[in-house]
T-cell receptor, first 112, second 114 residues
Framework: KNEVEQSPQNLTAQEGEFITINCSYS?????LHWLQQHPGGGIVSLFM???GKKKHGRLIATINIQEKHSSLHITASHPRDSAVYIC??????????????FGQGTILTVHP | DAGITQSPRHKVTETGTPVTLRCHQT?????MYWYRQDPGHGLRLIHY???????DKGEVSDGYSVSRSKTEDFLLTLESATSSQTSVYFC?????????????FGPGTRLTVT
């Protein structure tokens, strides 16, 4: 079964801390996505990656294809980073039309 | 931001009534998707479209139908709404130029079935 698992489910941090959210998946993928959703808000794509590492501001995403694992790091966290972070993948297998399978999400709260 | 809107943004309806949600895009993207988001389940795919009049089922399609008569519009219909369909519904679009591409999400529709 094609599955995506995230950890932790909930994460609380103090402002300035380094944060890591993990994502693992069950079978081969063509790409992995990290999404952000603020409370009551829409969903925004942060990264799409299929290998290596990407960086945007204080956010860094890495992926290890052999280990079937990805991490999202936030450096110097800030209360405005408080949101739900969602991992999603495009599994290999025929013509998938870009369909995504999602993890359950990680609720991040950063206190000042 | 990708030009994608959903209407209505909020709706309360009674069990047994039909409901149609609209997703409209101005990006001319090929692929469109309907998801529902529920606590404990995350986002799940209801239906998707890979072109005008080309649609297929996702993992939670029972009780839902879709139509796409124009590139820019993707309609989701609940034929006879049930309380289990109370959820937040998100539409997403993707260029469809490759097997994997970023998806851009609409603002969501909060549907309550009483």
């Amino acid at each position: 079964k094609n599955e995506v698992e995230q950890s932790p489910q909930n994460l609380t941090a103090q402002e300035g801390e380094f944060i890591t959210i993990n994502c693992s998946y069950s079978v081969g993928i063509s790409a992995l996505h990290w999404l952000q959703q603020h409370p009551g808000g829409g969903i925004v794509s942060l990264f799409m990656l299929s290998s290596g590492k990407k960086k945007h501001g204080r956010l860094i995403a890495t992926i290890n294809i052999q280990e079937k694992h990805s991490s999202l790091h936030i450096t110097a966290s800030h209360p405005r980073d408080s949101a739900v972070y969602i991992c999603a993948v495009n599994f290999w297998g025929g013509t998938s039309y870009g369909k995504l399978t999602f993890g359950q999400g990680t609720i991040l709260t950063v206190h000042p | 931001d990708a030009g994608i809107t959903q209407s209505p943004r909020h709706k309360v309806t009674e069990t047994g009534t039909p409901v149609t949600l609209r997703c409209h895009q101005t990006e001319n993207h090929r692929y469109m998707y309907w998801y529902r988001q529920d606590p404990g389940h995350g986002l799940r795919l209801i239906h998707y479209s890979y072109g005008v009049k080309d649609t297929d089922k996702g993992e939670v399609s029972d009780g839902y139908s879709v139509s796409r008569s124009k590139t820019e519009d993707f309609l989701l219909t609940l034929e006879s709404a049930t309380s289990s369909q109370t959820s937040v519904y998100f539409c997403a679009i993707s260029p469809g130029l490759a097997e994997a591409y970023e998806q851009y999400f609409g603002p969501g529709t909060r549907l309550t079935v009483t």
